[in-house]
């Protein structure tokens, strides 16, 4: 039974790639910081099988980022033969706020996990998920290739990662590879990103329970995909025999404006009657269109995304709907149920998210 460690696996994404490596027979670790208050709701579900009550082979580990005594002492512990680096404080907007936290989360705990490898001299394959924010003012599209113009103390952060990661690759030859993952979306995702924000914000005021939703730049351009089928990427990067970095996106790009355009009509509602403009959510410096070439993908892994751009905005609406205690249009719903075969999982995925 291979064993697979996780940081950041509360996220939307570890909760998905969780549900992934135990469908296909992992044990599965995962690293959480100690807090007054529980932030596993994601992955609460995953403790029992819902189907036969039987316990789920996942198992948590408190550790932090910024202490390389515990990062090592739980690798070394678990004995992983991969290990996801996916945790980070991960929100552009806040790490202008907090560029120092940031920097040492974000980007200098990757440093303490692979120097943790390789003093453990573990054979051990790692991932690390780098993001499109590192191509910032790039020329879209972009690829593998293409240079990295960081706009933002996060994506700074998320370059050094990057390229440390291709550094103890080539320098120590450890199998460490890096998913460049183009915006990624989901019902869980975090509450306070632009396209939760607005699905949200549907249901409330649908609800009656919120009136305006107050946003900044509705122009920027995002290449937005399906996060389970992001997370399938992340597994079969580090199947192969010899470790690569590789872009991972729809190559189908759409404003903010767009999102609120597919998001409130969906419902028959005008975003204009409802969406503010407020300068608190402008970057000091703006990165204006991201857009994936993922040729490489399609050539080396064979991956294409199922879900596009309206059906996910549709899938993230219904989950805010019934979590609201409304009854969604049903299109969104029915795209999941096919996605994942069956209503007990749609049912399951509802009850797991946004807690």
């Keep these: 039974m291979p064993k697979a460690l996780i940081t950041g696996i509360s996220g939307q994404d570890g909760s998905y790639l969780t549900e992934l490596l135990l469908s296909k027979g992992y044990e599965v670790h995962g690293i959480i910081r100690r807090a007054s208050t529980f932030s596993t709701g994601r992955v609460d579900h995953l403790y029992r099988d819902p189907h036969n009550g039987e316990k789920a082979k996942m198992r948590l580990h408190y550790g932090d980022l910024a202490s390389p005594q ?21 929100h ?14 974000t980007g200098l ?29 790039a020329k879209p599209p972009q690829s593998e290739t ?15 990662a990057h390229w440390v990661t291709k550094n103890y690759r080539d320098g120590y030859g450890l199998f460490a590879c890096s998913g460049i993952l183009f915006n990624h979306e989901s019902p869980r995702r975090g509450e306070t990103f632009v396209t939760r924000k ?7 005021i649908l609800a009656g329970r919120q009136k305006h939703l107050y946003l900044g730049n509705l122009d920027a351009r995002r290449d937005w995909g399906y996060a389970p089928e992001y997370v399938e990427v992340m597994w079969q990067l580090m199947q192969q025999d010899e470790p690569t970095d590789i872009v991972i996106g729809t190559g189908e790009a759409h404003t903010v404006r767009e999102f609120l355009e597919e998001a409130f009509g969906y419902v028959g509602l005008d975003y204009q009657d409802y969406v503010r403009i407020d300068p608190r959510y402008f970057r000091p410096t703006e990165v204006d269109y991201l857009l994936a070439d993922p040729a490489k993908a399609r050539e080396l892994l064979g991956w294409e995304p199922k879900i596009h751009f309206h059906e996910l905005v549709r899938i993230m609406v219904d989950a805010d709907l019934e979590l609201m205690g409304l009854e969604p249009p049903g299109e969104g719903r029915r795209l999941l149920a096919k996605r994942f075969d069956g209503w007990h999982r749609w049912e399951d995925q509802v009850r797991s998210m946004g807690r």
């Design 146 to 160: 293409t240079p990295f113009e960081p706009q933002s103390p996060y994506a700074a952060a998320k370059a050094y």
């Design 198 to 204: 607005i699905t949200r914000a549907v249901a409330a």
């Design 70 to 90: 515990s990062l090592e002492k739980v690798i070394q512990a678990v004995q992983p033969d991969e290990i996801y680096n996916l945790a980070a404080q991960s």
């Design 92 to 105: 552009v907007r806040v790490s202008f706020d907090l560029p120092e936290y940031t920097g040492d989360v």
């Design 109 to 137: 705990g990757t440093i303490r996990i692979l120097e943790a490898v390789r003093r453990l001299d573990m054979p051990v394959r790692f991932y690390q998920a780098s993001t499109s924010e590192l191509f910032g003012s």
